[in-house]
């Protein structure tokens, strides 16, 4: 029996048979998104870099040697004649020599020079590029909501429903099995990693960068309080963007599955292959 046969009778889908091809993404999210990309890099990289002049974490407002506040460190001892790499947390200590503590030829650093931007210690580059890459994301944040709350797409694809509540367990087993539906509007579970990033993560790691800025804390003292002090808003700045990285991790995982052509596709010229028998809408230019 042929696939058309099949096709014919309702017992299968013909082979050769696509779903449409939607416009899925404006250009608005299309740029923002490449935007936001760019500058998470090397606000990561020049982030570590930063990091590398006071590789620990504290809470509370104060941070030195008479203060017992320090929950993360990564830092390096001599054992044996050789310098060892090693990182503390919460009292627990893992060796971590060649990758972080030390690396290269028994250089003395937190992160290594291939994970910072500049390659070498250079804090003072560092922060003005930091800064830079900063204040582009949080414009790009601005004109992306901007437009998302005129298009609909802030309402339609990020703002979670109450049907995507009740949704959002079996849509995890859809992930977790690797059955993705490739539909015009996001899953509950996008739709709940989406919102996480841009109504928490985004908002905090913004909020704790403008707290550690002594001329931010003369304009806005609150920000101090409402984090507790510098030291922790520092410690939260870092949590959030580790956050952000297993995001970028699970994220780019989750487009090389669901079949990346298709994915970036959507990013680059906004059109996106649905799968067969999602609803055409010809107003929105669907093919």
């Given at each position: 029996?042929t696939d058309?046969t099949?096709?014919e009778?309702?017992t299968?889908?013909a ?6 091809l939607?416009?899925?993404q404006?250009a608005?999210t299309?740029?923002?998104?490449w ?11 020049t ?10 974490l504290?809470w ?7 203060y017992?506040n320090?929950f993360?460190r ?5 054992v044996?004649g ?7 947390m919460f009292?627990?200590r893992f060796?971590?020599?060649g ?6 030829n028994d250089t ?9 931007i ?10 003005v590029?930091?800064f830079?890459?900063g204040w ?6 601005f004109?992306?909501a901007l437009a998302s709350?005129?298009n609909?797409?802030f309402?339609r694809?990020i703002?979670p429903?109450?049907r995507d509540v009740?949704g ?5 087993v ?6 993705f539906?490739?539909?015009r509007?996001?899953?509950p579970l996008q ?6 990033v841009?109504f928490?993560?985004f908002?905090?790691i913004?909020l704790?960068?403008?707290t550690?800025s002594?001329g931010?804390n003369?304009v806005?003292?609150f920000l ?5 002090g ?11 963007m580790?956050?952000l990285?297993?995001f970028f991790?699970?994220?780019i995982i989750m487009?090389?599955?669901a079949?990346?052509?298709n994915e970036l596709r959507s ?5 996106y292959?649905a799968?067969?028998g ?10």
């Open positions: 029996m058309a099949l096709d009778v309702g299968a889908p082979r050769h048979d696509k779903g449409p939607i416009y899925r404006s608005w299309r740029v923002t998104h935007v936001w990309a760019i500058c998470l890099f090397f606000l990561l990289l982030g570590l870099n930063i990091f590398n002049a006071r590789p620990q504290y509370g407002q104060e941070s030195g040697f008479e017992d320090t993360f990564i830092s390096s001892e001599a044996d050789k310098l060892q790499g090693y990182v503390e009292g627990n060796v971590t020599t990758v972080l503590g030390v690396s290269g003395r650093k937190a992160f290594p020079g291939w994970a910072t500049p390659s070498y210690y250079d804090l003072g580059t560092a922060r590029v930091h830079f890459f582009i994301l949080v414009a790009a944040l004109v992306w709350f005129f609909g797409h309402i694809d703002v429903k109450p009740a959002l367990p079996a849509d995890i859809d992930h977790a099995t690797l059955r539906k490739h539909t509007s996001y899953s739709k709940f990693a989406y919102a996480g841009f928490i993560l908002p905090v913004i704790t960068g403008l550690m002594p931010m003369a806005a003292p101090l309080d409402l984090f507790g510098r030291q922790t808003a520092r410690s939260i700045h870092f949590i959030a580790a956050l990285v297993l991790v699970v994220h487009v090389l599955l079949g990346p052509f990013m680059i010229t906004g059109w292959r799968s067969p999602e609803p055409v809408d010809p107003g929105k230019g669907d093919r």
